[in-house]
């Protein structure tokens, strides 16, 4: 088991919440302690839930009952689940909630990446040197620079801002994939990638003032895509645009669009354990009414 679906993802965002293990599906989810009461809920971990064998994951949370209030995951497309299944495992709510942009490694990149991508790649490799490092570990201040430059570009807050702490542990965790992109040995972008049973799952990037003026992350997904498919991959998972909006023509889209071959629903998954004390907790917190699940974190992502 690898990347999101190891213990020590799990552990990494343990600032947000306590690790609690599924047995019987080996999935890990986030339990959290509910504002001003002292009932608990949990979540799956950020950006996706993924476990080793999903046909026993509606026993393990059946044993959740009286425990928790409530449940949310967002379900990993590429996990062995249909929207029927996901059902019965949260019989409250499976709605679609994003599509990830998928990647047919199977394929020839000239085939499918669009002409502007391709321009702007061959530019920015002529002037930039892009390698997949052996241990991710040994660039973790670098990293966590470019990823400070980003919080502040766009404004991040709460769980997806992460601490150097986390990232950290993120970088240790089986499966990470490191690319990066360096001019004169000065570090400009790296992305993050976790390899899992096949998949090759975009995390993140981030990149310097002088990396975004070089098309830094054309390069980097260049030769992403050509050490993947060399490795033998079948499928990169590029995930969406940011936050939590369904609205797909943002520029973050528009960018992962120009690289994919196909797209994937995404669902978002949850399940009330306890109605009673639900339906007191939004009552304790003066939620309005919304689609968010659970409503009474409602605004708890920005």
């Not at 830094?216 to 050490?227: D, G, K, L, M, Q």
Request: charged share 20%; aromatic share 14%.
């Amino acid at each position: 088991m690898n990347g999101y679906s190891h213990s020590g993802y799990a552990a990494s965002l343990a600032e947000f919440g306590t690790p609690r293990l599924l047995p019987r599906s080996a999935g890990w989810l986030l339990e959290r302690q509910i504002l001003f009461t002292l009932y608990r809920d949990a979540m799956g971990c950020y950006p996706l839930f993924a476990c080793q064998d999903w046909s026993q994951l509606r026993l393990d949370l059946d044993e959740l009952q009286g425990e928790l209030v409530s449940v949310a995951i967002v379900a990993d497309p590429f996990g062995e689940h249909d929207p029927a299944y996901l059902r019965e495992c949260f019989p409250d709510l499976v709605v679609p909630f994003k599509q990830h942009m998928l990647t047919d490694l199977t394929r020839s990149p000239e085939s499918y990446v669009n002409a502007h991508h391709r321009r702007n790649a061959r530019k920015a490799l002529e002037r930039l040197n892009v390698e997949r490092c052996v241990d991710a570990t040994l660039f973790a201040d670098e990293w966590n620079s470019l990823y400070d430059n980003l919080v502040k570009r766009h404004g991040i807050h709460g769980l997806t801002a992460f601490s150097p702490k986390s990232f950290r542990a993120q970088l240790a965790v089986p499966g990470m994939v490191m690319f990066r992109a360096s001019q004169a040995e000065e570090t400009v972008g790296i992305t993050l990638w976790y390899v899992d049973r096949g998949v090759a799952y975009y995390h993140l990037g981030a990149y310097s003032e002088t990396g975004y003026q070089l098309g830094a992350s054309f390069a980097i997904f260049w030769r992403a895509i050509e050490s993947f498919s060399a490795q033998g991959l079948t499928w990169l998972n590029l995930g969406a645009g940011a936050g939590l909006s369904r609205d797909q023509d943002d520029g973050l889209s528009r960018f992962k669009r120009g690289w994919a071959t196909n797209t994937r629903n995404v669902y978002f998954c949850g399940r009330v354990f306890d109605q009673e004390r639900y339906a007191e907790i939004i009552s304790i917190s003066q939620v309005s009414a919304s689609d968010y699940f659970p409503a009474y974190r409602k605004g708890e992502f920005g």
